[in-house]
């Protein structure tokens, strides 16, 4: 059974300064997507990164597969009160297409 | 604008009735899943579905039950709910291929006292 442990669990920083959150896998990803969900809704997807070393920007959001695939980051620049929530990396199984999410991490940007 | 969509939002109800929370969506989505979430914690994939006539159990054991007779509607019942039961209930639909995302809906918040 896969294990996708995300880094830090919590993190609460001042509005405007950089954040970087980390999902690492005890396997390769077939295919990593990283989702945001805020309180009281369902997650929404941000991105989908299938080859290793693949970097995408999203405005003020960087997502960085690792070479080997088995980790992602994402770096968020000069975060604002909008970025608050929870941020849940995903892989998507090859042979059935069912996604397994990681543990998440909650952030809160202070203003 | 929401294309799937779930009905009720909240729902606090007695231990041992009978529930069913709805799900329904817009997409023409052949595959549909149920997860549950407590809060702030990560998903757990309880039921799914890949067409009309097709339910899985997911990776989490649940005792609700699902059906999917309309490739738009994938409904879960529970028959006698507890207070084990409390949690978050997330629907989602996707197209076929890893490319795509998961769409979810807004969730169900039940509790059961």
């Known amino acids: 059974t896969q294990l996708l442990e995300q880094s830090p669990q919590f993190l609460s920083i001042q509005e405007g300064e950089n954040l970087t959150v980390y999902c690492n896998s005890s396997?390769?990803?077939?295919?990593l997507q990283w989702y945001r969900q805020e309180p009281g809704e369902g997650p929404v997807l941000l991105v989908t990164?299938?080859?290793?070393?693949e970097v995408k920007k999203l405005k003020r959001l960087t997502f960085q597969f690792g070479d080997a695939r088995k980790d992602s980051s994402l770096h968020i620049t000069a975060a604002q009160p909008g970025d608050t929530g929870l941020y849940l990396c995903?892989?998507?199984?090859?042979?059935?297409?069912?996604?397994?999410f990681g543990t998440g991490t909650r952030l809160t940007i202070i203003p | 604008e929401a294309d799937i969509y779930q009905t009720p939002r909240y729902l606090v109800i007695g231990t041992g009735k009978k529930i069913t929370l709805e799900c329904s969506q817009t997409?023409?989505?052949?595959?549909m899943y149920w997860y549950q979430q407590d809060p702030g914690m990560e998903l757990h994939l309880i039921h799914y579905?890949?067409?009309?006539?097709?339910?899985e159990k997911g990776d989490l054991s649940s005792e609700s039950t699902v059906s999917r007779i309309r490739t738009e509607h994938f409904p879960l019942t529970l028959e006698s709910a507890r207070p084990s039961h409390t949690s978050q209930y997330l629907c989602?639909?996707?197209?076929?291929?890893?490319?795509?995302?998961?769409?979810f809906g807004s969730g169900t918040r039940l509790t059961v006292v």
């Open positions: 989602a639909s996707s197209e076929h291929g890893r490319n795509y995302g998961y769409t």
């Open positions: 396997s390769v990803f077939s295919s």
């Open positions: 990164v299938v080859t290793g070393g």
């Open positions: 995903a892989d998507i199984n090859f042979g059935n297409e069912k996604l397994t």
């Open positions: 997409m023409g989505h052949d595959k």
């Open positions: 579905s890949y067409g009309v006539n097709s339910t």
